[in-house]
């Protein structure tokens, strides 16, 4: 003992373990003492004052490769580089909290992949008396717009909170819902587009729920992803669509076909 200790006891008195005082060595963060008379490494309490050194660092969240410098630094760059690690662990703390809060949110499915307000304005609709396939379906379709327009999905919502105060397009959208289960080839598919595209085009401040995303895309194709979301389970959804847009584009409004590039 007067002539040190071992690696093993080094490691129990530091509150390491052997494995890593020598990956500290490997490193160069602690250097190994020389070999006595035995054969064995002994550290004396230099050693042990550096081991517990680097220990704390890296139980502080200091990178093991940054230990070496931050220890072998005067005063004042120490003091300034603790600093720079002590604002790394506060985003790290930020990110922590952040996802632990989205994991809260996961118990709300909705909530997990969209902000409050949009989860609101989708209790509003079923409260309207929409169907829950037809909310399920503005949900996926509001999924997709925000990850692919994010810049334009706020003042989305705030065209949608103004749609849903229209009590003739709500009884549109409902119509609509019903026509899915329609033959594609329904002559009232026709006149529901008309209706509705009319509708549209006598609300400046409504048409922006049709232009509003488009107009932000770089290419159409976001926007089809976005519009066109889910018709190919309902065909005759598909076709009110496709003829409510051709109203549209015969009144001057640009709206991208699902084949431009």
Known sequence: MRNGVTIGQAAAFVGVTVKTVRHYHNLGLVEEPERDSSGYRRYGSADLLRLVQVRTLAAAGVPLAEIKPLLDADAALFAAALADVERQLTERIEELIARRDTLHRLADGDRALLPDRAVGLLERMLGLGFAEEEVAATREGWVLARALVPEGFDDYLTQFEHALEDTRLVALAKRAAEAATWEPDDPRIAELATAAADHYLADPALLKT??????????????TLIAHHGEEQTPAAARLAALFETKLRAAGIHIPRPDSH
């Open 210 to 223: 049709v232009t509003g995303l488009q107009a932000r895309t770089e290419a159409a194709t976001r926007y």
